[in-house]
Structure formats: C-alpha cells, structure tokens
C-alpha cells in the first residue's frame, strides 16, 4: 500500500509561482511512476505531468509545457511540481498519483493523494 500526501497549494496571483510537493509512504517510491493530474470545478480530473521511476521520462499536458517541471528526489519519497507563469485557468485541486506501471497520462494509476488547492487570482 502507498500513502500519498500533497502539499504547497495556495492563492496566487496570475503570472506568481507556486511549488507542489507530494510525499509518499513505504519503501518502493524509487520504483514508482509518479503523475500529477488537476480537477477543476465542474471538469473531470485532467493529466498535468508525469515522470517516471528514474526521472529518464517526463510528460506534459500541452496546457502546461514550458510553464511547469515535475521532478522527483527518490532518497526522500517526494516528487514535486514546480509551476511558474500562472493563469486563472490552473486553478484547481491538484492530485498526486503513484503506479507501478508504464508512465501513463491517464487517470488509470493505482494510487491518489488527498489532493491539494491550487487558487490563481486574476
């Protein structure tokens, strides 16, 4: 079983900065694909960014290329998203995801934080 718990969500405003980070529990983080994924009111949940067990692979909704970095630290159980240039249109609850599969974009992992809000002003 792995535990994941998000935190760094806040209120910004557009074009600020904001850092996601998302710890998990157990000792099989390294081996895990990890994504980040955004539901906003209203929306069905949607794939931000991915990365995979040795941080070889990462993938990006056209949404948020250029804009946001996934990057993970395997000695800490933590993988983080750093957001920058910011717009209304990014609010929302940002979920953290854990699989031990391929790195996939879609909602298909196995595990989900609690999720974590993310709030841009304009």
């Known amino acids: 079983q792995v535990q994941l718990v998000e935190s760094g969500g806040g209120l910004v405003q557009a074009g600020g900065s904001l850092s996601l980070s998302c710890t998990a529990s157990g000792r099989t983080f390294s081996r895990l694909n990890m994504g980040w994924f955004r539901q906003a009111p209203g929306k069905e949940r949607e794939f931000v960014a991915a990365?995979?067990?040795?941080?070889?692979?990462?993938r990006y909704a056209d949404s948020v290329k250029g804009r946001f970095t996934i990057s993970r630290d395997n000695p800490k159980n933590t993988v983080y998203l750093q957001m920058n240039s910011l717009k209304p249109e990014d609010t929302a609850v940002y979920y953290c995801?854990?699989?031990?599969?391929?790195?996939?974009?879609?909602?298909?992992?196995?595990?989900w934080g609690q999720g974590t809000q993310v709030t841009v002003s304009s």
């Open positions: 990365i995979n067990w040795r941080s070889i692979s990462t």
């Open positions: 995801a854990a699989d031990f599969g391929a790195v996939i974009t879609t909602t298909d992992y196995d595990y």
